[in-house]
């Protein structure tokens, strides 16, 4: 039994009468640790410490900061096969998986460390003797709020631009995965970066989120999340006229068109199905198949989705883990009966595997009505929806009918419509002829109720700054 302390001004804290709250193995179901629950008394002094962590992070020369930031990614790639297995202890995703996330978060600190180098102002031409400078500062503490699904690459996408920007950051991971995020945390530290400028707290969500965001000390807020949560703290940040960052849910079109090579889109994309079980933001949801090519594509998918291995993350060989928690079983659970309800045909899996742990089935159902629920809420598990579709304009018009608008996949070797696609889906972000949408170099995030303000890439750093125009005569 571990227990998963908090990071408040460089110290250590756990004990002291403080509450914990158990971590479960999603495997299981048992509780493998506790993880400590932060005071009020706790977060005013991180508050306090942000205020000064920000004062002497910003002052740190840029050079200086982006030396720290490379020795920490240096340090998390040293670390990662351990802080993989904790992320699969407690997320239940494969380890190899979950080692492939830490070392994204060791590139992601690399990318940051030569942008800190980069973060010019400009210089605006004007008659002799005068000129106006346009300035870039940091916007101040910022505090982050982090999911569950990816428990150390979430926490270093809400920390990692904003110390390249020079804020302080106080990070809330999820109380459900500690670990992997505290551990990102502690290799910031352990490289350099003042323990009052990047610290870890852990709590009741709603109440530490409240908290942090009362207080006029927290300059932006950053969060990833579902829809719902990101309303109310958009609302929350709102009453400062804290800006924010919000990395929501999403409910991604994959468009299959006939002129595709098919046999690539199926390996791609299966695999990209039921990468950590579903639960990704950007998981291909609604396969939107042109009708040529639907029965092909839909007889190799359900044959891929029935060859894959499910088990415990630490078994060899194994494609999918557990569910991360009962919530999303049952969410999962509720989704495909609804959907059978609406006529919907189950072509592979349906059900949840054994009694022990969160484990469900790899799902493919095809035909779903687009009143079923499962057509419009996001499943956030394992589960394909395969639909025929009658060519490109109702293929595009399907794919921007909900509200989300963060990750969409398209199928062509045709330029023209690759053009057009490019131009009208409405998506934050939009593959290709490829499974991937994430780089570190490249800003990740949605539009509409996918959310707003981008991680990652130059803009992961940009949207944690402020601009400052000097005019001088
Ligand atoms: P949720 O939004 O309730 O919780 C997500 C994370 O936010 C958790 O780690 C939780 O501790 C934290 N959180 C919840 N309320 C908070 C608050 N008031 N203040 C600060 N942090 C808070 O979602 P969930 O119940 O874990 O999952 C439900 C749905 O959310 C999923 O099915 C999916 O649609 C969506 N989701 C999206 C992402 C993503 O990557 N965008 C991640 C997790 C969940």
């Given at each position: 039994m571990t227990?998963?302390?908090?990071?408040?001004?460089?110290?250590t804290?756990s004990?002291d009468?403080?509450?914990?709250?158990?971590?479960l193995?999603?495997?299981t179901?048992?509780?493998i640790?506790?993880?400590?629950h932060a005071?009020?008394a706790?977060?005013?002094r991180?508050?306090d410490?942000?205020?000064?962590?920000?004062?002497t992070?910003?002052?740190?020369p840029?050079?200086q900061?982006?030396?720290?930031l490379?020795?920490a990614?240096?340090?998390?790639r040293?670390?990662?096969k351990?802080?993989?297995?904790?992320i699969?202890?407690?997320?239940?995703?494969?380890?190899?998986?979950?080692?492939?996330?830490?070392?994204?978060?060791a590139?992601?600190?690399?990318?940051?460390?030569?942008?800190?180098?980069r973060?010019?102002?400009?210089?605006?031409?004007?008659?002799?003797?005068?000129?106006?400078?346009?300035?870039?500062?940091?916007?101040?503490?910022?505090?982050?709020?982090?999911?569950?699904?990816?428990?150390a690459?979430?926490?270093?996408r809400k920390i990692?631009?904003a110390?390249?920007a020079?804020?302080?950051?106080?990070?809330k991971?999820s109380?459900?995965?500690p670990?992997?995020?505290?551990?990102?945390?502690?290799?910031l530290?352990?490289?350099?970066v003042p323990?009052?400028?990047?610290?870890?707290v852990f709590?009741?969500?709603?109440?530490?989120?409240?908290?942090l965001?009362a207080?006029?000390?927290i300059?932006k807020?950053?969060?990833t999340?579902?829809?719902?949560v990101g309303?109310?703290?958009?609302?929350?940040?709102?009453?400062?006229?804290?800006?924010?960052t919000m990395?929501?849910?999403?409910?991604?079109?994959v468009?299959?068109?006939a002129?595709?090579?098919?046999d690539?889109?199926?390996?791609?994309?299966?695999a990209?199905?039921?990468r950590?079980?579903?639960q990704v933001?950007?998981?291909?949801?609604?396969f939107?198949v042109e009708?040529?090519?639907?029965?092909?594509?839909?007889?190799?998918?359900?044959?891929?989705?029935?060859?894959?291995?499910?088990?415990?993350g630490?078994?060899?060989?194994?494609?999918?883990?557990?569910?991360a928690?009962p919530?999303?079983?049952?969410?999962?659970?509720?989704?495909?009966?609804d959907?059978?309800?609406?006529g919907?045909?189950v072509l592979?899996g349906?059900?949840?595997?054994?009694?022990?742990?969160?484990?469900?089935?790899?799902?493919v159902?095809a035909?779903?009505?687009t009143?079923?629920?499962?057509?419009n809420e996001e499943?956030?598990?394992?589960?394909?929806?395969?639909n025929?579709?009658a060519?490109?304009?109702?293929?595009i018009e399907?794919?921007?009918?909900?509200?989300?608008?963060?990750a969409?996949?398209?199928w062509t070797?045709n330029?023209?419509r690759r053009r057009?696609?490019?131009a009208?889906v409405e998506?934050?972000?939009l593959?290709?002829d490829t499974?991937?949408?994430?780089a570190a170099?490249?800003?990740?995030?949605?539009?509409k109720w996918s959310?707003y303000?981008s991680?990652?890439?130059?803009e992961?750093?940009l949207?944690?700054?402020?601009t400052?125009t000097v005019h001088?005569?």
């Open positions: 227990q998963v302390p908090l990071s408040i001004a460089g110290e804290l004990g009468g403080r509450e914990v709250a158990d971590v193995d999603p495997s179901g048992e509780a640790g506790t993880v400590v005071t009020t706790d977060l005013d991180a508050l410490a942000a205020a000064r962590g920000f004062k992070w910003r002052n740190t840029a050079d900061r982006s030396a720290v490379m020795k990614a240096g340090l998390i040293e670390r990662a351990d802080i993989g297995a904790s699969t202890r407690e997320q239940g995703k494969p380890v190899k998986e979950a080692i492939g996330e830490t070392v994204y978060c590139m992601l600190l690399e990318f940051y460390a030569g942008e800190i180098k973060l010019y102002g400009r210089t605006l031409v004007r008659p002799a003797g005068s000129r106006v400078e346009v300035q870039y500062h940091p916007v101040g503490p910022v505090a982050g709020f982090a999911a569950w699904n990816f428990p690459l979430n926490v270093m990692g631009g110390l390249a020079g804020c302080s950051t106080i990070v991971p109380e459900e995965t670990s992997g995020g505290l551990a990102m945390v502690q290799a530290i352990d490289a350099g323990g009052e400028a990047v610290q870890c709590g009741v969500p709603d109440e530490v989120s409240r908290h965001l207080s006029p000390v300059r807020v950053t969060f999340g579902s829809t719902a309303k109310h703290l958009a609302k929350l940040a709102a009453d400062d006229l804290k800006i924010a990395e929501l849910g999403g409910h991604a079109p468009l299959v068109f002129d595709s090579d098919i690539k889109a199926l390996d791609t994309m299966t990209n199905a039921f950590n079980a579903g933001c950007v998981s291909p949801t609604r939107l009708e040529p090519v639907f029965a092909k594509f839909r007889d190799g998918f359900v044959e891929r989705t029935k060859a894959l291995k499910v088990g415990n630490f078994e060899k060989d194994i494609d999918m883990g557990p569910m928690s919530r999303g079983l049952e969410r999962m659970e509720s989704m495909i009966g959907a059978k309800t609406h919907a045909k592979a349906g059900e949840r595997i054994g009694n022990q742990g969160w484990f469900h089935a790899p799902t159902l035909e779903v009505p009143g079923a629920e499962i057509m499943p956030f598990g394992p589960v394909a929806i395969l025929s579709m060519g490109e304009d109702a293929m399907e794919a921007n009918r909900l509200p989300y608008g963060l969409a996949y398209a070797q330029p023209a057009r696609l490019a009208e998506a934050g972000m593959a290709i499974g991937g949408v994430s170099d490249a800003p990740f995030g949605g539009v959310g303000g991680e990652d890439g130059r992961g750093v949207t944690c700054m402020v400052k001088e005569g």
